[in-house]
């Protein structure tokens, strides 16, 4: 018997409070540590490279590098997450992250610290991140009963959001006082999210139950008996994705959310200058995001128990497309920050459903696969909305731009409407 869990029959966990699920509440924070950790790097790295080298167009390649990479390493990565132990997968990522920025205080505190190695670090981030996120996820899985997987998962976006408000004003703070201090502090949480995995003894595969959801790989029972080539591998997630209509329904949204919610941020940056508004105050106005992604991960299980999937789907993004298309009201920071939380409501909701229908319909042993092609899919919204948005305000000027960010998501709303599947859509049991 375990001091986490009442141990059932094949290991799988008793059915305990969240709150009292050491193995979840230890997932939890180590996640929580490292995604504070890499809000403050991603605040604090285009500073050190402007001060680097005095280049805007440079100060955005770290981000732009670590995005590209994950994007690149997201399909390879969840056939590795299916094959191998996850939690050792997970132990690993967070040790190369660690490290990695580890060796950028080093750097930064012998003034030895270029461009090449930040950007460096960022495909080490990147690359991490793409075997490690979907690793947790499916270890999270492996801790948690289906009746509690809903509230799991509002849990764990409602971390995200925190992290998202509280890491940029800590990045920016620790990067005055010091240019390593960000740098530490994100290796710091790593380094928990390691302890935090370390920690955690996850029950093993029920061989009877190919949908379980174990911490290691599948049972080789549960593999097919003649492996496949590498690339149809890593494509095998995309093609679950596409033969799920309400997923891929579901992802469309997502990708229209990251598009538009991106591309609305460069949007209101642009029109706050212009108003002569204070980087404070737009900073704050940012914010907006953050706290709507933490307000809508608290109302996910009451949408879960009231509506259907299909109209959680079309209601969040329809209000995505109302938040931004408001935007165009040139009201200042208050009224962007309002816009910004209604647009960004629906997302937890998004999300967690997406997830819910990987759990529920996809077997255990091709979870990791289809998991790593939704954040990969996700994934690509975000870059192409600061391409359209760039173009659109060089183009069209403010109020255009915002009016086509907003068309298109209301344009992916519409879709959903006419689509049968989307509209009558039940949870999976």
Known sequence: MSECFVEREHGAPAELPLRRNRRFQALWIGAAAANLGLETVEVACPLLVLGMTGSPALAGLFGFTEVGTAILAGLPAGVVVDRLDRRRVLLVSEAVRALALTLVVGCLEAGVANLGLLLGAAVALGTATAFGAPARMLLLRAVVPDHQLTAALSRDEARGGAAALAGPPLGGALYLASRAFPFAAAALGFAVSFCCALAVRVPAADPADPAAGPGAAAPPAARPARAARPAAEALAGLREVAGDRLLRAALAVICGFYFSV????????????????????????????????????????????????????????????????????????????????????????????????????????????????????????????????????????????VVLVAGVQAAVTAAGLRNRHVTAARWPR
């Open 262 to 401: 991106t591309a609305a941020v460069l949007v209101v940056v642009v029109a706050l200058r212009h108003q002569h508004h204070s980087s404070g105050a737009i900073g704050l106005a940012l914010t907006g995001t953050a706290v709507g992604m933490l307000a809508g991960a608290m109302l996910v299980p009451r949408l879960d128990r009231r509506l259907g999937p299909g109209t959680v789907l079309l209601a969040a993004s329809a209000l995505t497309a109302a938040g931004v298309g408001l935007l165009a009201l040139p009201l200042g920071p208050v009224w962007v920050f309002a816009m910004l939380a209604l647009a960004a409501l629906g997302l937890p909701a998004l999300r967690i459903l997406v997830d819910i229908l990987v759990f529920r319909r996809t077997p255990d042993h091709r979870r990791g696969r289809t998991i790593a092609a939704t954040m990969t899919l996700i994934g690509a919204g975000a870059p192409l909305g600061s391409l359209v948005a760039g173009l659109a305000l060089q183009l069209l000027g403010v109020t255009g731009a």
